[in-house]
């Protein structure tokens, strides 16, 4: 605990089973970290601090995507205005071309406020109508836009996502 108050890290304790599942949190304990309003869990073992430490120091300094579950995905578009979501196959190729391009955007989309995650869930994508991954959607006051530009150009992709932000347009309803 005094290693995290060091890296200015907060711990809160939560002892609602129904608004840890929420969270998606289906084991208790558990330790999730929140970075801009984003959770993220840890999947390792709680009782070996120095991992839990070194895990925490990684989460702080590493800037990249946040993966998500489906109900944090679900939090996440309720709380926020701006939420931009790559729905994606981690053990496809393409996916992981685009993942390594988007990661490039990720602090410029921090910076404008807009949330940046990435789920890997064909249920969830089914939900929302993707029949072809990777496919990013920006979630506008929880209303989806699809990109349809080309993901592995991250810089239009940016110029997207900020001008949706800006201009407020109504989505084409298909």
Same mark, same amino acid.
């Given at each position: ?21 929420? +969270? ?57 205005? @701006?939420?931009?979501?790559?729905? +994606? ?38 939900? +929302? ?15 989806? @836009?699809? +990109? ?14 900020? @001008?949706?932000?800006? @201009? ?7």
């Amino acid at each position: 605990d005094d290693e995290c108050d060091t890296l200015g890290i907060t711990f809160v304790k939560l002892d609602n089973v129904e608004e840890a599942k929420e +969270y998606g949190i289906e084991k208790i304990p558990s330790l999730m970290y929140f970075e801009n309003g984003i959770p993220t869990i840890y999947e390792g073992n709680l009782e070996d601090e120095d991992k839990v430490l070194a895990w925490l120091e990684r989460q702080q300094k590493s800037d990249e995507i946040e993966d998500i579950t489906d109900e944090m995905l679900d939090m996440i578009i309720s709380k926020m205005s @701006h939420v931009a979501v790559l729905f +994606y196959d981690k053990d496809q190729k393409k996916s992981q071309k685009v993942l390594q391009e988007l990661e490039n955007i990720d602090d410029e989309c921090d910076q404008n406020n807009i949330a940046f995650v990435k789920i890997d869930n064909d249920a969830e994508a089914k939900e +929302y109508g993707i029949d072809t991954l990777p496919t990013l959607i920006l979630f506008e006051r929880r209303i989806p @836009h699809v +990109y349809e530009g080309d993901l592995t150009k991250e810089e239009e992709l940016l110029s997207w996502l900020i @001008h949706q932000k800006r @201009h407020s347009e109504i989505p084409e309803v298909t």
